[in-house]
């Protein structure tokens, strides 16, 4: 009811449960799902890792709260473009399906901050570590341009804020934020914020 009244947002088809999802892509190519996490047999995380594996995936916006944090961070590794609370105001659902089908990510700084909190709190022997090791090798390899547009992203600044920042024109920081994603091998920038993270640089 709130997306189909949006002269910008066609809805093209639904799916009860993870499961139908593959299908329904196939059969209507959306450009972005808006996945509940909690369904009834395939939970909305499965379905997501399994639509990013597709040749041309469409953007995914997950819909959770925050007793599932744990799964949103594996969302977003997944590639998923970003996610939105069960009670998000409509406007505000409105506004981020039409920036996650623009390519940009859809987190809340103060809600990334709780986020990225709990990837690095989380003890050494749980992975962590290792992730910390992986994150810093990946970024050796940047410019030293390319690392300050992948810290702002850490940070959770919009390209505007980045264009301000380091003193770049909007299309500047774009071409960075394409270039990142190539070379650190990404789908979003979501994820290269998480790796900024991992790396502890944050």
């Known amino acids: 009811m709130i997306l189909g009244g949006v002269p910008e947002i066609r809805v ?12 329904a892509v196939e059969a209507y190519a959306p450009d972005v799902v808006l996945m ?6 395939v939970d909305g995380l499965t379905a997501t890792e399994a639509l990013r594996t597709l040749p041309d995936p469409p953007e995914v ?15 977003l590794r997944a590639g998923a473009g970003g996610f939105l609370l069960k ?12 920036r996650v089908a623009a390519g940009e990510a859809t987190l809340s700084p103060t809600v990334t901050r709780k986020l990225i909190a709990q990837v690095t709190a989380g003890p050494v022997g749980s992975g962590g570590d290792q992730r910390r090791q992986r994150a810093l090798r990946a970024l050796a390899g940047l410019t030293e341009r390319e690392r300050q547009v992948a810290l702002a992203l850490g940070q959770g600044r919009t390209n505007a804020e980045i264009s301000a ?5 909007v299309a500047t920081v774009k071409a960075y934020v394409s270039r990142l994603l190539a070379k650190l091998e990404l789908n979003n920038r979501v994820q290269v914020a998480l790796l900024v993270h991992d790396a502890g640089l944050v």
């Open 61 to 75: 916006l997950v819909l959770t709260t925050f007793d599932a944090d744990e799964q949103v961070l594996r969302a």
């Open 12 to 23: 093209v088809g639904e799916a009860a449960d993870g499961a139908e999802v593959p299908a």
């Open 165 to 169: 920042e380091l003193f770049m024109s």
């Open 87 to 98: 009670d998000t105001p409509p406007a505000e659902i409105v506004r981020a399906v039409l």
């Open 36 to 41: 509940d996490i909690r369904m009834p047999r």
